[in-house]
């Protein structure tokens, strides 16, 4: 986790700069993104996340997961803030309300990956609307008020939270924040179903049927699974694990200096790794039980 937290780190000071010294246009309330496609089309975000769309189409997978005009959204662990730059100008122009749910940093660089996120979305009002900042970790408290979110995001971070040992409490805080009815949208890296289940997920992939496990036990039921984010070229045969593929493009062990000689063309004709895209329900309240 420490690894992921260090690169997420790096790029979020980056993004921080960039987005400080950025002179395209900015909207501002009313005059925001009413659509998610405007959304994605915003100039203030960075050039690398804009790239990152073919692989993440993150149009068609906001509303596979239902997100509208006014509704009240938890990201869990937004990092550097890709989803963030969407969600969150969309809800400041349709009157909704975001909560970003960062982890709980014990270490210099997450202090830092959390400090140049906040920073770079107070900076920007006018953009991201005011957002409210909770934590997610292994003494956090509520990520949103009970039972206030329409919909909460889990993106590419269960396989942190499997490593951490936070994978079942990830799915309890988040089954506490939604409104019965409530949606719980997940992408994650997608591991083979027939190779032996890895609790730790040490390669960055994660069994399908065991996130919708994990999900069924915290009370949620799967609403629909949708192959939006999946990639058959990806045959999860990699050297370094999913870090091996773009963006992180990692050619050496974990701790080590990048080899300058590893051959980065054949994982990066594979593109971005082969990923579940989930739509998990909170169920609606039966008369006279208690919400929430």
């Known amino acids: 986790m420490t690894q992921s937290v260090n690169l997420l780190s790096r790029r979020a000071v980056l993004l921080s700069a960039a987005a400080l010294s950025a002179c395209g246009a900015r909207p501002s309330g009313a005059d925001g993104p009413k659509t998610i496609e405007a959304a994605v089309a915003g100039s203030w975000r960075a050039a690398a996340d804009r790239a990152r769309d073919p692989w993440r189409h993150p149009v068609e997978s906001l509303r596979f997961w239902g997100l509208r005009p006014g509704h009240t959204v938890v990201e869990f662990w937004p990092g550097a803030g890709w989803y963030t730059d969407i969600v969150a100008p969309y809800l400041a122009a349709t009157g909704g309300k975001f909560y970003a749910a960062g982890l709980q940093a014990s270490d210099a660089d997450g202090r830092a990956m959390e400090a140049a996120y906040r920073h770079r979305l107070e900076a920007g009002p006018e953009t991201y609307g005011k957002v409210t900042f909770t934590a997610f970790g292994p003494t956090s408290g509520p990520v949103a008020p009970a039972g206030s979110a329409d919909l909460a995001l889990f993106l590419r971070n269960l396989h942190n939270w499997m490593a951490a040992g936070l994978a079942e409490k990830a799915f309890r805080d988040a089954f506490a924040a939604l409104k019965p009815g409530g949606v719980l949208g997940v992408e994650e890296h997608r591991a083979d179903p027939a190779a032996v289940p890895d609790v730790m997920a040490a390669s960055g992939y994660v069994p399908q049927a065991y996130v919708i496990q994990l999900g069924q036990e915290a009370g949620f039921t799967l609403a629909a699974a949708s192959e939006i984010n999946a990639n058959p070229k990806d045959d999860r045969n990699h ?46 309240s039966k008369p006279g039980s208690p919400r929430g």
């Open 239 to 284: 050297p370094f694990g999913v870090w091996t593929l773009p963006p992180v493009r990692r050619s050496s062990p974990r701790g080590q200096p990048p080899d300058p000689n590893f051959d980065h063309a054949r994982y990066d004709a594979v593109g971005e790794s082969d990923r579940m895209t989930l739509k998990f329900v909170k169920p609606p």
